[in-house]
């Protein structure tokens, strides 16, 4: 079946410093693909998206780029900062009625 | 500005009581979704409405009810049959129904049985 998974937090780094967090997927057909950030005692909040093979979604600095030969989607940020700080979900869309949602990695930014 | 609200934020559930999650949205959005969160792990499906009067079981449907008589209202009832309710629970809604172009959410309610 279809599935998201994603690499497991918490992941800590410094102000500045660079930000990877991988998200890989399995699905039939050709997915759309999203990441969400949900800061503390808050609800979820689009960061970006792409819906074929080779976009490149980006806000705020962040960016994630669709590669179907690796099944994957991760997240980048050149140079992070404190405000950054929150829990980030990688998402797959199939069709239907179901976005499926990865466990959500927590990234802490110290400053 | 247009968005979705969800209230109580928090909400305390005594043993065998039955309590209504509000939400609604000024976003015209058709489809309107309940999500359940727990620490550690991604959001589940509870139930979801394409438009009025018209609703269906996600995947953890059991203990829960919803109804859909307006298409700005979307609560949801947590159950005296759900036995493990205490969690964060989320409403959403899409412009088109799965939301291929993204979810907007609320800001949540944390429910806690006491």
């Known amino acids: 079946g279809n599935s998201v998974t994603q690499m497991e937090g918490p992941v800590t780094l410094s102000e500045e410093a660079f930000l990877t967090i991988n998200c890989t997927y399995t699905a039939t057909g050709y997915p759309s693909l999203f990441w969400y950030v949900q800061y503390p005692g808050e609800g979820l909040q689009l960061l970006l998206k792409?819906?074929?093979?080779?976009d490149k979604g980006s806000n705020k600095g962040f960016e994630a780029t669709y590669r179907k030969e690796t099944t994957s989607f991760h997240l980048e940020k050149g140079s992070v900062q404190v405000s950054d700080s929150a829990v980030y979900f990688c998402?797959?869309?199939?069709?239907?009625?179901?976005?499926?949602f990865g466990a959500g990695t927590r990234l802490f930014v110290k400053a | 500005d247009g968005g979705i609200t969800q209230s109580p934020k928090y909400l305390f559930r005594k043993e065998g009581q039955n309590v209504t999650l509000s939400c609604e949205q000024n976003l015209n959005h058709d489809a309107m979704y309940w999500y359940r969160q727990d620490p550690g792990q991604g959001l589940r499906l509870i139930y979801y409405s394409q438009i009025v009067n018209d609703f269906q079981k996600g995947d953890i449907a059991e203990g829960y009810s919803v109804s859909r008589e307006k298409k700005e209202s979307f609560p949801l009832t947590v159950t005296s049959a759900q036995k493990n309710p205490t969690a964060f629970y989320l409403c959403?809604?899409?412009?088109?129904?799965?939301?291929?172009?993204?979810?907007?959410f609320g800001s949540g309610t944390r429910l806690t049985v006491v």
């Open positions: 959403a809604s899409s412009i088109d129904g799965g939301a291929p172009r993204g979810y907007t």
């Open positions: 998402a797959l869309y199939t069709g239907g009625f179901k976005t499926i």
């Open positions: 792409a819906t074929k093979a080779d």
